[in-house]
């Protein structure tokens, strides 16, 4: 069923404008009668039937509410180094299919793209409408965030705050398996670019209590570390 998202939900009747609006009209071609699901973007969704229907305004008539259930009991965070090209929008992209409440770009010692401020913040507009088009296509109760840059020092402060930090870190001998903490209240998800991390960055990551993994005996991409990262831990906290 088409979900949506909108804000300042009150009373049993939703308004949808904009391109949304002419979405549901032109592209999906629905009438009223047909139902939709929208969320407040709150963790809630709303059964919906439409009554109207135009390209400018879509008109909805609440049927019954419930807490979303695609959300993810125990919040995770994915801190992406950059990565050349259009990877970090496939990053993105699969981040919020598989259930983080919120991407933050990293800039790394490796990192090959680096982009000016004007550069980073064209590319987190467009980085943030990918991730609402993810949330929007996987039926998820919240539009995850994208947030500004980091270096890398910043981003180890962050995730030092996190209830259970993990680096990925292709020198690592210790299975992820070994690691995993049963029942953690937060993860914070950390990715390398094409060239992985220094030495020195991993020593960072472990003084600063950010516990180092491995995934496999196999040299990932980095588009496919994130997915395969993300995967196995979200199958851990049984979100599969």
């Known amino acids: 069923m088409p979900k949506f998202f909108v804000d300042n939900i009150a009373g049993d009747v939703i308004y949808i404008t904009g391109e949304d609006a002419r979405h549901i009209a032109k592209s999906l071609h629905m009438e009223p009668g047909r139902q939709l699901v929208v969320s407040d973007k709150q963790r809630t969704d709303y059964h919906c039937r439409i009554v109207g229907v135009t390209p400018e305004i879509v008109t909805l008539q609440i049927e019954h509410q419930e807490p979303c259930a695609s959300e993810s009991r125990v919040p995770v965070s994915l801190y992406q180094a950059l990565p050349k090209g259009d990877k970090l929008e496939f990053a993105v992209q699969k981040a919020v299919e598989l259930g983080v409440v919120e991407i933050t770009p990293v800039l790394t010692s490796r990192c090959i793209s680096r982009p000016g401020d004007k550069a980073m913040d064209k590319k987190l507009v467009r980085l943030q409408k ?111």
Do not use: W
């Not at 402060?157 to 930090?165: G, I, K, L, Q």
């Not at 209240?185 to 390398?192: D, E, P």
């Open 130 to 240: 990918i991730a609402y088009e993810a949330a929007k296509q996987s039926g998820r109760g919240i539009i995850p965030k994208v947030k500004p840059l980091l270096d890398y020092e910043e981003a180890l402060r962050e995730m030092a705050e996190f209830d259970h930090p993990l680096m990925f870190y292709e020198e690592s001998r210790t299975p992820l398996r070994e690691v995993l903490k049963p029942n953690p209240a937060s993860v914070a998800v950390l990715i390398g670019s094409e060239g992985g991390f220094s030495q020195a960055e991993a020593s960072m990551a472990q003084a600063a209590g950010i516990l180092t993994a491995g995934l496999g005996r196999r040299i990932l991409r980095c588009e496919t570390a994130g997915v395969c990262a993300l995967s196995v831990i979200m199958y851990h906290l049984g979100e599969f």
